[in-house]
């Protein structure tokens, strides 16, 4: 069995919760699947969420950063939601520098700088209320 | 460390995914979690996303339908989206039976499903691309 970590579409957004304290190759994987769901879906936002992170290391800040570049090249932007204070202390003292990276504090702060950003381009994360009964 | 499955607030929604193969304690966390979320934040929906569960039991299976009857009581509806093949013919073979769940493929679905439940009154789960810059 391999553990993989689900990447949620919503809109054109996707949504990834980290729970676990996620190890390298889980890193990668989620790495692999993100990258090939943007894609598959046309996504516009990646929104991660890391509050389930306890501890971050040096690996995983920069599997992140990579992450948020390589959906920037696939025209995504990345949020990042819902950091512990001790990870951003963390991530600050160990030097991991984000470059395509934009954070919020919780997943609807992260949803509205993507809808913000994405203005006019994402009806679709608007939930359809209006379809006919 | 206590782990912990966390609670992502969406709109008028909370959203749980639940990833890991999760054991009776967590489930039980989850529980208390979820219902004291659900008050916190006057939720209406909740979304309890679990195509990360490959397996499930019949004592999961019972706390899933346990916190839908609870959050029915608090004036929410749950449903479950995402789930996999396998575990939905486990659930039908342990004879597990929801009362106050409905499913949905995945979680756009589902939160069409709830949109649709609270016409009228979901206008918090339209994401604010109003704002002024």
């Known amino acids: 069995m391999t553990e993989r970590i689900p990447v949620l579409k919503l809109g054109d957004c996707l949504l990834v919760s980290i729970q676990t304290d996620i190890y390298d190759r889980l890193a990668l994987i989620l790495q692999d699947d993100l990258t090939s769901r943007i894609v598959e879906t046309s996504a516009r936002?990646?929104?991660?969420?890391?509050?389930g992170?306890?501890?971050?290391?040096?690996?995983?800040?920069?599997?992140?950063?990579?992450?948020?570049?390589?959906?920037?090249?696939?025209?995504?932007?990345?949020?990042?939601?819902g950091m512990q204070p001790a990870v951003a202390i963390t991530l600050v003292e160990l030097g991991v520098t984000w470059q395509h990276?934009?954070?919020?504090l919780n997943v609807?702060?992260?949803?509205?700088?993507?809808?913000?950003?994405?203005?006019?381009?994402?009806?679709?994360l608007n939930v359809d209320v209006d379809r006919a009964e």
Chains 1, 2 share one sequence.
């Open 45 to 51: 936002g990646v929104l991660i969420d890391i509050s």
């Open 53 to 81: 992170l306890e501890i971050v290391d040096s690996f995983i800040g920069r599997v992140l950063g990579n992450v948020a570049s390589m959906a920037r090249i696939l025209d995504a932007q990345t949020v990042i939601v």
């Open 101 to 104: 990276v934009e954070t919020a």
């Open 108 to 124: 609807e702060k992260g949803m509205e700088l993507l809808g913000l950003r994405f203005q006019g381009r994402s009806e679709d």
